[in-house]
């Protein structure tokens, strides 16, 4: 795979469910971020991870947000208790390196809270 | 303020004419300055990226900065209806890898 992936690529919930997205970063890439981009909006940071650093949650919503990395590789984000306001594009991005490096973006999960 | 504006609205240009996007940024600890182009329903790609004063140039694109300004701005010369897109202004400050974007500028281009 030459670049990133994401899945699901579509995800309708209901209400109050828990939902599950994944981002399988491009080879090699040790640092990993996600965004969320909504309607007619720009995107929004979330979270970011470094190789084995602690990593960087200051754009996580609220505490139903949480993103986890396995192996320095594939992360999934997890939202509990979906809310309306939660619909939205998820997209992941990765990146050589850290320190300004260029940021290549999945294909994103459209997210519909209903 | 926000950390990243494009305030324009959506810009109609003909084709093979200059379409011009402006971004300013409020950190002037900004260190890398990146355009996005983002097709409708599709995810952000690379168009350029630019570290130092002044213009850097690739293919039909210019992208030109001042940090004294805090402004980046974006020229697509020749623009094609392939160039019609939202294009997102994204910054990054030294030691913070996140990426701030702007709300992307819209361009039209009317064949």
């Known amino acids: 795979g030459a670049g990133v992936s994401q899945s699901p690529s579509n995800k309708v919930t209901e209400k109050g469910k828990d939902v599950e997205l994944r981002c399988d970063p491009i080879s090699g890439h040790t640092a990993l971020y996600w965004y969320r981009q909504s309607l007619g909006q720009g995107l929004e940071f979330l979270i970011y991870f470094q190789g084995n650093s602690a990593p960087d949650k200051s754009g996580l919503p609220s505490d139903r947000f949480s993103a986890e990395r396995t192996g320095g590789s594939v992360s999934t984000l997890t939202i509990q208790r979906t809310q309306q306001e939660d619909s939205a594009v998820y997209l992941c991005?990765?990146?050589?390196?850290?320190?300004?490096?260029?940021?290549?973006f999945g294909p994103g999960t459209r997210l519909l809270v209903l | 303020q926000k950390e990243v504006e494009q305030n324009s609205g959506p810009l109609s240009v003909p084709e093979g004419a200059i379409a011009s996007l402006n971004c300013t940024y409020s950190d002037r600890g900004s260190q890398s300055f990146f355009w996005y182009r983002q097709y409708s329903g599709k995810s952000p790609e690379l168009i350029m990226f630019?570290?130092?004063?002044g213009d850097k140039e690739d293919g039909r694109f210019t992208a030109q900065l001042n940090k004294a300004s805090q402004y980046v701005s974006l020229l697509i010369r020749d623009s094609q209806p392939s160039d019609s897109a939202t294009y997102l202004c994204?910054?990054?400050?030294?030691?913070?890898?996140?990426?701030?974007f702007g709300k992307g500028n819209q361009v039209v281009v009317i064949p």
């Open positions: 630019i570290y130092s004063n």
């Open positions: 994204a910054v990054n400050r030294q030691g913070n890898n996140r990426l701030a």
């Open positions: 991005a990765s990146s050589l390196g850290a320190k300004q490096e260029t940021q290549y």
